[in-house]
């Protein structure tokens, strides 16, 4: 164990002091426009979908100063947003589309919310790259389109990955309608981010009812049901040097992988399913090969060890989740886990620079 001073809300501070920079991972950001296309979605009562219109009708419409809050501060990638990364100790932000994203748009919609959102992002990076870093925003409905518009944000503006707000429309990436955008991720050597939003209407209504359809449960079940889905359907054996990136100590997959690796093979050897068939490892194994691990939202010090042991130490990393979860305390919690320096350099910045390939 390192002798370093212990982390207090005293000493967060930017700058490295401590030995290492701390980079967020899974850091929210809202176009302006895109909110406008929202709002006149929900004043027209035009969209069916039952997780949009209780997430962002919320968001949108209460009066309530915390969801205000952090609606002003999605949309400030500038002043506000820097100030609270001083206050906390975050030397740097990878900025991705929050939910739900273009994915409740249709092509035309989601494509222009697409462009702008990677247009500004790119510059809030240019004008401020040692703070901000980004994942571009792609509209899911053409794959063809969508991987073209990633080429454009990674090679031509120097974006680093792309974000995916789960389902599209209650639609999986494991679709083959999705391939060609996750070609191109390959192509391109950059990750996607596998990032929550509300389960699609098949799913939602009775966490609905009682109240669990967010962040509190219905987020992770239905956002580690996709990655699970993207495992067993056999995309990391077609596409083998894809990486995943996803949050909130993987939404709860690391707790069950010994009995998915136990309940798949059973289910392979019976054939009970068409859609399960023999893969080329375990499920579990996937989690070293191919998919990394994020702290969002998850900051306690049990699970994020947990976690650590049942993936490998070097799969898992650090990540605020602001503006939705912004708690000082919780950057302490992290700052003082249990590992060595040289190990904490790794969770807090070398494994982020090395997944998402920054320079800065």
Not at 206 to 231: C, K, N, Q, S, W
Not at 344 to 349: H, L, R, V
Request: charged content about 25%; overall charge negative; proline content about 6%.
């Amino acid at each position: 164990m390192s002798t370093e001073e212990t982390s207090t809300l005293d000493n967060l501070s930017i700058g490295g002091g401590r030995g290492y920079l701390r980079i967020a991972t899974e850091e929210a950001y809202a176009w302006p426009g895109m909110y406008e296309l929202y709002r006149k979605q929900l004043r027209e009562e035009s969209n069916p979908d039952i997780g949009f219109n209780s997430l962002v009708g919320y968001f949108l419409g209460s009066d309530h100063p915390q969801p205000k809050k952090v609606v002003e501060r999605l949309q400030d990638a500038s002043d506000l947003r820097i100030e609270d990364m001083n206050r906390a100790g975050i030397d740097h932000q990878i900025l991705g589309i929050t939910a739900p994203g273009t994915q409740i748009l249709d092509a035309k919609d989601g494509a222009y919310v697409a462009k702008c959102t990677n247009d500004v992002l790119a510059e809030v990076c240019q004008l401020h790259p040692t703070r901000f870093s980004a994942l571009a925003a792609v509209s899911f409905e053409q794959s063809d389109a969508g991987a073209a518009e990633l080429d454009r944000a990674v090679t031509h503006l120097g974006l680093k990955g792309v974000l995916t707000n789960s389902h599209i429309r209650g639609r999986y990436l494991d679709d083959p309608d999705f391939f060609p955008l996750l070609e191109k991720c390959v192509e391109l050597d950059v990750p996607l981010y596998l990032h929550p939003s509300t389960p699609p209407n098949a799913m939602i209504q009775p966490m609905r009812e009682a109240g669990l359809d967010g962040a509190v449960y219905g987020f992770g079940v239905e956002t580690g049901f996709h990655l699970l889905r993207m495992i067993t359907s056999g995309l990391f054996d077609k596409l083998p040097s894809l990486r995943v990136v996803v949050g909130h100590l993987g939404e709860a997959l690391p707790f069950w992988l010994d009995r998915i690796d136990h309940m798949h093979a059973k289910q392979v050897a019976a054939e009970r399913y068409e859609s399960i068939k023999p893969l080329m490892k375990k499920p579990s194994e996937y989690f070293r090969t191919n998919i990394w691990i994020t702290t969002s939202g998850m900051p306690t010090t049990k699970p994020i060890m947990f976690v650590r042991d049942m993936v490998g130490p070097e799969r898992v990393m650090y990540a605020m989740d602001y503006p939705y979860q912004y708690e000082l305390e919780e950057v302490v919690e992290q700052d003082n886990l249990p590992i060595p320096l040289e190990e904490k350099k790794d969770f807090f910045e070398n494994t982020a620079r090395k997944v998402f390939n920054l320079t800065f």
